[in-house]
C-alpha cells in the first residue's frame, strides 16, 4: 500500500505541473496561430524533442516493447523503417513545409496549406482532409487512452474503466488550456523524461541479471530465434510480405499532421539541421531501448506475461526493478509519452474541425476568439469518442497506433510530398490521392489481403491517383508554384 501511495503521490505532481504550464501558456494565447502553431516561434531543441515525443508516445514503451517480448528481433524492423522514415521526413521534408506553409499565407493546417497552395475556392481541400483527421485521430488519440487506462490498471489496480477516464482527463486539461504553446512545452520536458525511462530499465535489469554477457546468453537459452531478426514470433521464416509490412511503418511519416505540424512552427528553416541531429540521436536509441526493454523483459520477469498484458513488460520491469519514488518516476515518463502524444493528436484534430470545417462550410465569418472556443469544445467531443472506442480492455495498443498511422500516411503522405516537390500536381489530384489513399486503409484493413500492411497500398494508390489526375487535368500550375520553385531553390 505505501509502495503505490509514494507512487500515486509521484504521479499527481508530475499532472498538477503539466497543468500548470496549461495554465500559464493559457494566459499568452492570444489568436489561433499562437493555439495552434506557438506563432511559430519554437527552437531547435523544443521542436525536435516535442517532434518525437509526439511521435513515439505510449505505443514506444509499451506496444513495442509487448512485440518485442514475443518477437525478439524480428521487432527491430519496425524500429529500423521507423528510424528511415523519420530521417526521411526531417531531410526532405522539414524545412520545405516549414518555409511553403508560410508562404501560402502563413497556413496554420495542413488542409489550409493545400487549399492555398492551389487556391481551391470550393473548400473540397479544407474539408475532404478534415473528414480523415478527424477519423484517424479519433482512432490514434484512444489508442493513447487505451495505454493510459493499462498503465493505471497495471500499476495501481484501479478498474480499466475507470483508469482510462482518468488519463483522458489529465489530457484534454491542458490541451484545452494553453494550446500549442502548452502542449510543445510538455512534450519538451516529457520527451526528456521518455529518453531516459526507456533507456534506463533494459540497462539497469540486465546488470541486477549479472551484465549484458548473462543476460543475452539468458534470452538466448529462453526461447531459440529472439535473436533472429528473419523469424516470426510462432518460429517460422519471415517472409516478403511480412518483411515489407513492417519496414512500411517508414512510410507513415510524411502524413502524420502531428508531427508534420511540429515542422511548421519552428523559429525558422535554418534550425532544422540541428533539429534533425537531436531527433534522431533520440529516436535511433529510444528504438533501440524499447526493443531491449522486451527481450529483457522476457527473461528478467518471472511470471510470463500473455495477451495485452505482453504490452505491460516495461510497467512490471519498472515496478520490480526500481525503489517507489524511483518507480513513480519512470512511470510519469510512461504518462508523458501518452499525455505528449494524444494533446497533439487532440489538438491537431480541433484545428481541423474548426479551422477547415466549422470555418468552412458553417461559419465563414466566425473571429478568432469564436475559433478558439469552438476549438476546445471539438477537443472535448473528440476526446469523449476516443474514450469510447478505448473502453475495450481486450484492444491492442500496437494495432490501434498501426491503423491510425497507415490511415494518415496513406491519405496526407503522397499529398505532402507531390506538393512540396511536384509542380505538376493539381487540385484535383491532390483530393483524388486523399481520399484513394483514406479508403484503400479503410477496406484494406477490414479485408487483410495477403497479411499485407494496409499502409503499403494504400500510399502506391494514393501516389497513382495524383499523378493520373493531375496529369489528365488540364488546370496550370497556380502562380504559388513559380514563388515556391525560387524559394526552393534559394533557401533550402
Given at each position: 500500500?505505501?509502495?503505490?501511495?509514494?507512487?500515486?503521490?509521484?504521479?499527481?505532481?508530475y499532472?498538477?505541473?503539466?497543468?500548470?504550464?496549461?495554465?500559464?501558456?493559457?494566459?499568452?494565447?492570444?489568436n489561433m496561430s499562437d493555439?495552434?502553431?506557438?506563432?511559430?516561434k519554437?527552437?531547435?531543441?523544443v521542436?525536435?524533442?516535442?517532434?518525437?515525443?509526439s511521435?513515439m508516445?505510449?505505443w514506444?514503451?509499451?506496444?513495442?516493447?509487448?512485440?518485442a517480448y514475443l518477437?525478439?528481433?524480428n521487432?527491430?524492423?519496425?524500429?529500423?523503417?521507423?528510424?528511415?522514415?523519420?530521417?526521411a521526413?526531417?531531410?526532405?521534408?522539414?524545412?520545405?513545409?516549414?518555409k511553403?506553409?508560410?508562404?501560402?499565407?502563413?497556413?496554420l493546417?495542413?488542409?489550409?496549406?493545400?487549399?492555398?497552395?492551389?487556391e481551391?475556392?470550393?473548400?473540397?481541400?479544407?474539408?475532404?482532409p478534415?473528414?480523415?483527421?478527424?477519423i484517424?485521430?479519433?482512432?490514434?488519440?484512444?489508442?493513447?487512452?487505451?495505454?493510459?487506462?493499462?498503465l493505471?490498471?497495471s500499476?495501481?489496480?484501479?478498474?480499466?474503466?475507470?483508469?482510462?477516464?482518468?488519463?483522458?482527463?489529465?489530457?484534454?486539461?491542458?490541451?484545452?488550456?494553453?494550446?500549442?504553446?502548452?502542449?510543445?512545452?510538455?512534450?519538451?520536458?516529457q520527451?526528456?523524461?521518455?529518453?531516459?525511462?526507456i533507456?534506463?530499465?533494459?540497462?539497469?535489469?540486465?546488470m541486477?541479471?549479472?551484465?549484458?554477457?548473462?543476460?543475452?546468453?539468458?534470452i538466448?537459452?529462453?526461447?531459440?530465434g529472439?535473436?533472429?531478426?528473419?523469424?516470426?514470433?510462432d518460429?517460422s521464416?519471415m517472409?516478403y510480405?511480412?518483411l515489407?509490412?513492417?519496414?512500411?511503418?517508414?512510410l507513415?511519416y510524411?502524413?502524420?499532421?502531428?508531427?508534420?505540424?511540429?515542422?511548421m512552427?519552428?523559429?525558422?528553416?535554418?534550425?532544422?539541421?540541428q533539429?534533425?541531429?537531436?531527433?534522431?540521436t533520440w529516436?535511433?536509441?529510444?528504438?533501440?531501448?524499447?526493443?531491449?526493454?522486451?527481450?529483457v523483459?522476457s527473461?528478467y520477469?518471472t511470471?510470463?506475461?500473455?495477451?495485452?498484458?505482453?504490452?505491460?513488460?516495461?510497467?512490471?520491469?519498472?515496478?520490480?526493478?526500481?525503489?517507489?519514488?524511483?518507480?513513480?518516476?519512470v512511470?510519469?515518463?510512461?504518462?508523458?509519452?501518452?499525455?505528449?502524444?494524444?494533446?497533439?493528436?487532440?489538438?491537431?484534430?480541433?484545428?481541423a474541425?474548426?479551422?477547415?470545417?466549422y470555418?468552412?462550410?458553417?461559419r465563414?465569418?466566425?473571429?478568432?476568439?469564436?475559433?478558439?472556443?469552438i476549438?476546445?469544445a471539438?477537443?472535448?467531443?473528440?476526446?469523449?469518442?476516443?474514450?469510447?472506442?478505448?473502453?475495450?480492455?481486450?484492444?491492442?495498443?500496437?494495432?490501434?497506433?498501426?491503423?491510425?498511422?497507415?490511415?494518415?500516411?496513406?491519405?496526407?503522405g503522397?499529398?505532402?510530398?507531390?506538393?512540396?516537390f511536384?509542380?505538376?500536381a493539381t487540385?484535383?489530384?491532390?483530393?483524388?490521392?486523399?481520399?484513394?489513399?483514406?479508403?484503400?486503409?479503410?477496406?484494406?484493413?477490414?479485408?487483410?489481403?495477403?497479411?499485407?500492411?494496409?499502409?503499403?497500398?494504400g500510399?502506391?494508390?494514393?501516389s497513382?491517383?495524383?499523378?493520373?489526375?493531375?496529369?489528365?487535368?488540364?488546370t496550370?500550375?497556380?502562380?504559388?508554384?513559380d514563388?515556391f520553385?525560387?524559394?526552393?531553390?534559394?533557401?533550402?
Amino acid at each position: 500500500m505505501t509502495h503505490n501511495l509514494i507512487i500515486i503521490n509521484t504521479f499527481v505532481l508530475y499532472i498538477g505541473f503539466m497543468m500548470a504550464i496549461g495554465i500559464y501558456y493559457y494566459r499568452r494565447t492570444r489568436n489561433m496561430s499562437d493555439y495552434f502553431l506557438g506563432n511559430r516561434k519554437l527552437g531547435a531543441w523544443v521542436t525536435s524533442l516535442s517532434a518525437e515525443a509526439s511521435d513515439m508516445s505510449g505505443w514506444m514503451l509499451m506496444g513495442l516493447p509487448g512485440f518485442a517480448y514475443l518477437a525478439g528481433l524480428n521487432a527491430g524492423w519496425i524500429a529500423l523503417g521507423l528510424a528511415i522514415g523519420t530521417w526521411a521526413n526531417w531531410q526532405f521534408v522539414a524545412a520545405r513545409l516549414r518555409k511553403y506553409t508560410e508562404l501560402a499565407k502563413n497556413s496554420l493546417t495542413l488542409p489550409e496549406f493545400l487549399q492555398n497552395r492551389y487556391e481551391d475556392r470550393s473548400g473540397l481541400l479544407r474539408i475532404v482532409p478534415a473528414i480523415f483527421i478527424l477519423i484517424f485521430f479519433i482512432i490514434y488519440a484512444s489508442s493513447g487512452f487505451v495505454s493510459a487506462g493499462r498503465l493505471f490498471e497495471s500499476v495501481f489496480g484501479i478498474p480499466y474503466e475507470y483508469a482510462i477516464f482518468i488519463g483522458a482527463g489529465s489530457v484534454v486539461f491542458y490541451t484545452l488550456a494553453g494550446g500549442f504553446l502548452a502542449v510543445s512545452r510538455t512534450d519538451f520536458i516529457q520527451g526528456v523524461m521518455m529518453f531516459f525511462a526507456i533507456l534506463i530499465v533494459p540497462i539497469c535489469a540486465a546488470m541486477s541479471m549479472g551484465g549484458f554477457s548473462v543476460t543475452m546468453e539468458a534470452i538466448e537459452s529462453f526461447r531459440s530465434g529472439m535473436f533472429e531478426p528473419f523469424t516470426n514470433p510462432d518460429g517460422s521464416r519471415m517472409g516478403y510480405i511480412e518483411l515489407i509490412s513492417l519496414l512500411a511503418w517508414g512510410l507513415g511519416y510524411f502524413g502524420q499532421p502531428h508531427i508534420l505540424v511540429r515542422f511548421m512552427a519552428i523559429r525558422s528553416s535554418g534550425e532544422i539541421r540541428q533539429a534533425t541531429r537531436i531527433a534522431m540521436t533520440w529516436v535511433v536509441l529510444s528504438l533501440a531501448a524499447a526493443v531491449a526493454v522486451g527481450m529483457v523483459g522476457s527473461v528478467y520477469l518471472t511470471e510470463p506475461l500473455t495477451g495485452t498484458g505482453t504490452e505491460t513488460v516495461f510497467l512490471v520491469m519498472t515496478n520490480t526493478l526500481f525503489p517507489p519514488v524511483i518507480a513513480g518516476l519512470v512511470l510519469s515518463a510512461v504518462l508523458a509519452a501518452i499525455m505528449s502524444t494524444a494533446s497533439s493528436q487532440l489538438l491537431v484534430a480541433a484545428s481541423a474541425f474548426a479551422q477547415d470545417f466549422y470555418r468552412t462550410v458553417l461559419r465563414k465569418d466566425a473571429d478568432q476568439k469564436e475559433l478558439v472556443w469552438i476549438s476546445r469544445a471539438s477537443v472535448l467531443v473528440i476526446a469523449s469518442l476516443s474514450v469510447f472506442l478505448g473502453l475495450n480492455p481486450d484492444n491492442f495498443i500496437l494495432d490501434m497506433v498501426a491503423y491510425a498511422w497507415a490511415g494518415f500516411g496513406a491519405a496526407f503522405g503522397p499529398a505532402i510530398l507531390m506538393s512540396l516537390f511536384w509542380r505538376r500536381a493539381t487540385r484535383n489530384g491532390i483530393v483524388a490521392g486523399i481520399i484513394v489513399g483514406g479508403v484503400t486503409v479503410l477496406v484494406w484493413k477490414q479485408l487483410a489481403l495477403w497479411g499485407l500492411y494496409e499502409i503499403v497500398p494504400g500510399f502506391l494508390f494514393s501516389s497513382i491517383a495524383i499523378c493520373v489526375v493531375s496529369l489528365m487535368d488540364k488546370t496550370p500550375p497556380a502562380p504559388i508554384t513559380d514563388t515556391f520553385d525560387q524559394v526552393g531553390k534559394s533557401t533550402i
